[in-house]
């Protein structure tokens, strides 16, 4: 695909970005939540509208300025991501890019939680949330490209290309995460990025690189599916 291609290659299409973490209440005044930073799902936001997408982006709470031209959605919890982003189908394409967390307390507390006087531990009770991007997967206004992102310590390939079948997506891009590799919070990536029959390496690079990469494909693998 030739530069002029590439430019407007998503005009005309409307992408919805899912990014950040979600924060998942304990009390008033406490939460579980994880280290994600919204960077890779907002340098994607911005990488759909570079290619002329309408982008509609649901971020969990990051402090990061909304990309130009860019609808976004915040939310905090993993309920309200997924209505949110249920609620903004239609689209031609999902990708989510937020870490969404698997698990929530089973009932959130009215007050602060006190001290026990005489225990030393608290016990929590989590249930798991539901899966937005499988929710989103089996939709009956699928997009027609729905892409998943996979964070993995250990084995990526094996795990990313179990969550392309079983998730039934369309591609899976997967990251290296861990205290040495990053993945969250930095400003570079790498991605591995799997489909059925097909692999890509994207970086290592700034995010907003990788990012453009990958839109770039996700266009190409549109133009195919299409
Ligand atoms: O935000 P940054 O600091 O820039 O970091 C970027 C990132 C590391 C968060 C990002 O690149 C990334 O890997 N995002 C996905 C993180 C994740 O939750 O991966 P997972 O393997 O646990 O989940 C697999 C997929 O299912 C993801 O697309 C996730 O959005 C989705 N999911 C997971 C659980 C759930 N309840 N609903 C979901 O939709």
Redesign the pocket.
Known sequence: MSASQAAGALAGKRVLV????TFEDIDPVRFVGN???????FALAAAARALGAEVVLVAGPVHLPTPEGVERIDVRS?AQMREAVLGALPADVYV???????FTPRSVSGHKLKKTAGSDTLVLELVR??????EVASHPRRPALVV?????THDVERYARG?LAA?QLDLI?A?L?GAAEG????DD?ALDVYWNGGARTLGPAA?TEVAAQLMALVAERLDGST
């Open positions: 899912s990014a950040g973490p280290r994600s930073s919204g960077k890779m799902g993993a989510g890019a937020a870490a969404v967390a698997d949330t539901p899966d937005i991007l499988a998943g992102f996979a964070a993995e969550k998730k891009a990251n995460v993945g969250f919070e930095r990536n995010k």
